[in-house]
């Protein structure tokens, strides 16, 4: 590592480069990935089966679709008492 360079999270940022850039750059790539992932989730409509997925429970257990195969189920969700959602 030269004099004048810059750690971030074990990445060497050389002395002379804007940091501000390579934040920006970090979070643009952050962005697209974020975009990415959020595109190729699945749209349900009503009526339409559940893809398989586990939620862990207010009773710290872990809840999986396929414990429940054959069972009506709804899922409720509601945000954690005292937080801003």
């Known amino acids: 590592m030269s004099v004048g ?6 990445l060497v940022v050389p002395g ?3 940091i501000m850039k390579v934040l ?6 952050v962005g697209m990935l ?16 559940a893809p398989p997925f586990s ?4 009773d710290g257990a ?4 396929s414990d429940l195969t054959g069972r009506t189920v709804v899922l ?8 801003g959602g």
Not at 24 to 29: A, E, S
Not at 62 to 65: C, E, F, G, N, P
């Open 5 to 10: 360079s810059l750690v971030i999270g074990g």
């Open 76 to 83: 409720a969700w509601f945000p954690k008492a005292f937080t």
């Open 62 to 65: 872990t809840h999986s679709l």
């Open 16 to 18: 002379g480069v804007d």
């Open 34 to 49: 974020a975009t990415v992932t959020i595109a190729s989730a699945q749209e349900l409509g009503p009526g339409d089966a």
């Open 55 to 58: 939620l862990i429970g207010s």
């Open 24 to 29: 920006l750059i970090v979070c643009v790539l």
